[in-house]
């Protein structure tokens, strides 16, 4: 049996389950808690009652054997021969990871006629590249690549897989999780193994970025993630090192896809478009006081030739548009300096650029929280001061 029971000879009432329940699914009727439809079996409320009035059943697992899995493998992600920056971060990260578990560092390239794709991902820390080429992989559908993947770590038993956390990613990893039938946490912004178990200890914002949440797949296999784009540094490039490339073979398959791309129209890139590649970012948030003084931001960033952010309140608020919004519900940048004007430093924004080499923070209070990760902070009014810094750099590259 599967599911969850209240002994109501034992329950008291008491609604210590109702506030432990992070779901609103509990409430008290007639004395006795009820849950509802919502309940996902999380637990929460058995450990929260005293008189253990509460019973969670679930299904019994049977046992994986954890040690026929081995590697931590990454998704290249690549259009048109060009390999997107998170898979080298991804890279990066991973070569870590590996070396933590005294494991291969794998990765697979799926597309067509990316056969010099392989020899970038060796340089950046790759030990070994799975290349699989096919004109029905020529372009990103899901069902093609989630096959590819599919039968290839069926087969190949990884230990860990991490994808990116774009758009692609976001669409192929939980097709492929679905049917590996392993776990997978989404958006992570950091990773790290257990020391003591091995386990991939994956964390991400949880609960409107209002914590973060480390979260494990210790009885199934491979521990699956996407990662979202600049928390991680690549590895410096080495074209020295030397790495296997196995092609996989795909004559005898036989797609089974509901799609076709029948022309790729180019999109004229809009002003965001280097907001995550940017080495200098100056953002700008309500302490700013009116969108008229959402200027002196866009200057300052005009004279270091960096991009323009913002916080997500003064995207909501209308003063820039969505695309220029760092944090949790925006992008992940980790630009080497990061402006942060006007910005109170709320988690969600925080998640989403405290990987940034040096952060430089303009706020009126000391004891705004973006100065405790802040490199440098100046504690003033951003009106006064930003008009100041950009004349003073002004001069300087005169």
Known sequence: MVGIEILRDKCTGCELCVSACPFGSIEVIDGKAVIDDTCNLCGACVSSCEFEAILLHKEEQKGVDLSSYQGVWVF???????????????????????????????AVVLGNNVEKVPSELIAHGADKVFLAEHPELQHFLEDAYTQVLYDLFHAQRPNVVLMGATAMGRSLAPRVAARLKTGLTADCTGLAIDPETNNLQQTRPAFGGNLMATILCPEHRPQMATVRQGVFRPLEKDETREGQVIEVDLTKTTFDIRARVLEVVAQQEGPDVNLQEANIIVSGGRGLGDPENFKLVEDLADVLGGAVGASRAVVDAGWIPYPHQVGQTGKTVGPKVYFACGIHGAVQHLAGMQSSDIIIAINKNPDAPIFKIATFGLVGDALQILPALTEEFKKAMR
Request: aromatic share 0%.
């Open 76 to 106: 290249a992600e690549q259009r048109g021969g060009n390999l997107a920056e998170v898979s080298l971060e991804l890279l990066g990260e991973g070569r870590k990871l590996a070396e933590n578990l005294e494991e291969e560092l794998v």
